[in-house]
């Protein structure tokens, strides 16, 4: 299938011939079921990842056990940032979100290929920046928009990385990501619901009405995507 393809991925899409022809053979296709952890918190990374239809939840646990998402990876990135940075791991975990494939480089692979410069190093850097704006747009949005804005945002970018309308996912799980009680999302969602946007049933959530999403978000979306194709632009 096309979307398992390397250049579905769009850091690996936007290489040039020859530095793809060298890494390619480094690079293994997996599928990734929802709710695998491709690392934990402090734990030595191993591999990144470079999802094509797959999206990994980036998470930060807290000592009372509470979760919230600080971003997510798609077919736009790569999870694994803390190999080339130079930290080896990271304070949160990242867990599969929406199933799907993608593609698995060694640590060691990556963190030569980056210390080469070049065009991977300069397109890892753009992503890193991007993803940085998400972070922080995802703190702002949490500390002052509603959970309606927030719920908005979180589907508008899921949207962006998949080719579906109908998102297989629970409500106890975008609570999690959210931060907040199932209760809460419930009621959101029925919002959302009643207004026309979506159709909310057991295991799925169906987008009817992007545009209304979009209104009724946050410009915390905008300002990420804005970001992103702001980045894309420089290659």
């Given at each position: 299938?096309?979307?398992?393809?390397?250049?579905?991925?769009?850091l690996?899409?936007?290489?040039?011939?020859?530095?793809?022809?060298?890494?390619?053979?480094?690079?293994?296709?997996?599928?990734?079921?929802?709710?695998?952890?491709?690392?934990?918190?402090?734990?030595?990374?191993?591999?990144?990842?470079?999802?094509?239809?797959?999206?990994?939840?980036?998470?930060?646990?807290?000592?009372?056990?509470?979760?919230?998402?600080?971003?997510?990876v798609?077919?736009?990135?790569?999870?694994?940032?803390?190999?080339?940075?130079?930290?080896?791991?990271?304070?949160?975990?990242?867990?599969?979100?929406?199933?799907?494939?993608?593609?698995?480089?060694?640590?060691?692979?990556?963190q030569?290929?980056?210390?080469?410069?070049?065009?991977?190093?300069?397109?890892?850097?753009?992503?890193?920046?991007?993803?940085?704006?998400?972070?922080?747009?995802?703190?702002?949005?949490?500390?002052?928009?509603?959970?309606?804005?927030?719920?908005?945002?979180?589907?508008?970018?899921?949207?962006?990385?998949?080719?579906?309308?109908?998102?297989?996912?629970?409500?106890?799980?975008?609570?999690?990501?959210?931060g907040?009680?199932?209760?809460?999302?419930?009621?959101a969602?029925?919002?959302?619901?009643?207004?026309?946007?979506?159709?909310?049933?057991?295991?799925?959530?169906?987008?009817?009405?992007?545009?209304?999403?979009?209104?009724?978000?946050?410009?915390?979306y905008?300002?990420?995507?804005?970001?992103?194709?702001?980045?894309?632009?420089?290659?």
């Amino acid at each position: 299938m096309k979307d398992q393809e390397p250049g579905h991925n769009y850091l690996l899409s936007a290489l040039q011939e020859e530095d793809y022809a060298r890494l390619s053979q480094n690079l293994h296709l997996e599928l990734l079921p929802i709710g695998q952890l491709l690392y934990s918190p402090g734990a030595q990374l191993s591999h990144a990842y470079f999802p094509t239809t797959a999206i990994v939840s980036l998470h930060y646990v807290t000592e009372s056990g509470a979760v919230a998402e600080t971003a997510g990876v798609g077919n736009e990135g790569v999870v694994g940032v803390a190999l080339f940075l130079g930290g080896g791991s990271m304070p949160g975990s990242a867990i599969v979100q929406t199933a799907g494939y993608a593609y698995r480089m060694d640590a060691r692979i990556l963190q030569s290929e980056f210390a080469k410069g070049g065009r991977m190093q300069a397109l890892l850097l753009r992503y890193t920046q991007a993803l940085m704006t998400q972070i922080a747009q995802t703190a702002v949005c949490n500390c002052h928009h509603s959970l309606e804005q927030r719920l908005c945002r979180w589907l508008l970018l899921t949207l962006d990385r998949c080719a579906s309308q109908d998102l297989v996912i629970t409500q106890e799980l975008v609570a999690s990501i959210l931060g907040v009680r199932r209760e809460s999302i419930t009621d959101a969602a029925g919002g959302l619901e009643r207004a026309g946007y979506i159709n909310s049933r057991r295991g799925h959530m169906a987008v009817v009405n992007r545009k209304g999403l979009e209104a009724t978000a946050c410009e915390c979306y905008a300002m990420v995507k804005k970001e992103v194709l702001r980045l894309r632009k420089n290659d």
